[in-house]
């Protein structure tokens, strides 16, 4: 009921916002979703399927709400905020447990990000925020966190490639264990006429307070996607599948990603 209530809400967010017909072509549209600090208003739902968790063996989905807001700062500079929404069903972990669903912790990132490239070379650098709003102890860490971001990227003809990387301390907060996550997210896309691609963007994380041998999680693979419309709304869909090739004990084996988006060029 809480999740139905929540996506309701963000459906009337995504009627307000403005739709410009076809101010950009689709294969404009795909490089730009494909560009983290790109001046495009966007409502993405990524929907992440973990296979093999836990003990047990159990299956988690996590699906992230990610509206990403830019601001133009003056004629030089853009700030693009991406806030990370996770509504998670977590099996459980020992015998008894049983399922828990709820909202894990949220991200939010701000990239200040020059509006022209330089030679090319396309980023962003700015602070990343972890905010205790887990619904239960058993979704999030119950810290404040805060680190560095920064993305680098370019764009040559159909390829689109490039790096985010992150680092959250805890700072604060209830929590027993700290936190100290690395985030590394590579990304190549390939993209074919008509707003389709090829793509692949695995996340590698490294958690830094976790026993050795413990911390890695180091995904391969990829997918594809599309941009559309419906109406005059443009859209972006996009599947993919990442088996863990390193992984903490009991993490997952591999992952299929679901991701429709909202897009509303200007």
């Given at each position: 009921?809480?999740?139905?209530?929540?996506?309701?809400?963000?459906?009337?967010?995504?009627?307000?916002?403005?739709?410009?017909?076809?101010?950009?072509?689709?294969?404009?549209?795909?490089?730009?979703?494909?560009?983290?600090?790109?001046?495009?208003?966007?409502?993405?739902?990524?929907?992440?399927?973990?296979?093999?968790?836990?003990?047990?063996?159990?299956?988690?989905?996590?699906?992230?709400?990610?509206?990403?807001?830019?601001?133009?700062?003056?004629?030089?500079?853009?700030?693009?905020?991406?806030?990370?929404?996770?509504?998670?069903?977590?099996?459980?972990?020992?015998?008894g447990d049983g399922r828990t669903n709820g909202i894990g912790d949220t991200t939010f990132t701000a990239?200040?990000?020059?509006k022209k490239p330089s030679n090319g070379l396309i980023w962003g650098a700015g602070p990343v925020f972890?905010?205790?709003?887990?619904?239960?102890?058993?979704?999030?860490?119950?810290?404040?966190?805060?680190?560095?971001?920064?993305?680098?990227?370019?764009?040559?003809?159909?390829?689109?490639?490039?790096?985010?990387?992150?680092?959250?301390?805890?700072?604060?907060?209830?929590?027993?264990?700290?936190?100290?996550?690395?985030?590394?997210?590579?990304?190549?896309?390939?993209?074919?006429?008509?707003?389709?691609?090829?793509?692949?963007?695995?996340?590698?994380?490294?958690?830094?307070?976790?026993?050795?041998?413990?911390?890695?999680?180091?995904?391969?693979?990829?997918?594809?996607?599309?941009?559309?419309?419906?109406?005059?709304?443009?859209?972006?869909?996009?599947?993919?599948?990442?088996?863990?090739?390193?992984?903490?004990?009991?993490?997952?084996?591999?992952?299929?990603?679901?991701?429709?988006?909202f897009l509303f060029p200007k």
């Open positions: 009921m809480k999740h139905a209530y929540i996506l309701g809400l963000l459906a009337m967010v995504v009627s307000w916002l403005p739709v410009d017909g076809r101010a950009a072509g689709e294969s404009d549209l795909a490089k730009a979703t494909q560009n983290p600090v790109s001046d495009l208003i966007s409502l993405p739902f990524q929907n992440n399927t973990n296979f093999d968790v836990g003990a047990e063996g159990k299956t988690q989905n996590i699906l992230n709400i990610q509206p990403v807001w830019p601001v133009s700062l003056n004629d030089e500079w853009n700030l693009i905020t991406r806030t990370i929404l996770p509504v998670i069903s977590q099996p459980e972990f020992a015998p990239f200040f990000s020059p972890l905010l205790p709003t887990a619904s239960d102890d058993a979704l999030g860490q119950d810290k404040w966190g805060l680190g560095p971001s920064t993305v680098f990227l370019t764009m040559k003809g159909p390829w689109v490639i490039g790096s985010l990387f992150s680092n959250v301390w805890s700072v604060g907060g209830n929590g027993d264990q700290n936190v100290n996550l690395f985030t590394w997210q590579y990304f190549i896309n390939y993209n074919l006429p008509n707003g389709a691609y090829i793509t692949s963007a695995p996340i590698i994380t490294a958690n830094w307070e976790a026993d050795s041998g413990q911390k890695w999680t180091v995904p391969f693979g990829g997918g594809a996607g599309k941009v559309f419309r419906v109406g005059k709304q443009a859209m972006n869909a996009q599947a993919s599948a990442y088996y863990n090739v390193e992984k903490p004990k009991y993490g997952a084996d591999w992952q299929l990603r679901l991701q429709l988006q």
